[in-house]
Structure formats: C-alpha cells, structure tokens
C-alpha cells in the first residue's frame, strides 16, 4: 500500500475532459479518500457507463536510511 495522494495534485479526466472536483456552485463533483487510497463520485456526477476515467497524481518518493 502506497503513501496517501495529496487530494489538491489530483487530476480526474472523464473521456479526456478535466473534471473539476466542484462545480462552479461549490457542489462537490469527486472525493479522496485517503483510507483506501481511492477516488470517488457524488451520485449526481457519477460518469455514465462506457465513460473512461482518468486520474493522475504526483508520485512521492520517500527515502530511507538502510544503514
């Protein structure tokens, strides 16, 4: 299990648009959640099937002293 994504470097494309995390009347669109390192949709947003969701993020590197 990897480290937890930081929710504000996450991108969430649906069929290769940007889908904003809220809407422009601050309803909230896709969540992080963090316990299973997951992204989800609000019901109203929820991409319709045969949809292609994308999501990137920055991946952090943690160093470790094996000495």
């Given at each position: 299990r990897g480290e937890p994504?930081?929710?504000?470097?996450?991108e969430?494309?649906?069929n290769g648009r940007l889908r904003e995390r809220y809407t422009?009347?601050?309803a909230l669109?896709?969540?992080?959640?963090?316990d299973n390192n997951?992204?989800?949709f609000t019901p109203l947003?929820?991409?319709g099937p045969?949809?292609?969701?994308?999501?990137t993020y920055e991946v952090?590197?943690?160093e470790y002293d094996l000495h």
């Open positions: 994504a930081d929710p504000n470097a996450i969430v494309r649906v422009p009347n601050g669109v896709w969540y992080y959640n963090p997951t992204v989800a947003y929820i991409p045969s949809q292609v969701i994308e999501v952090a590197c943690k």
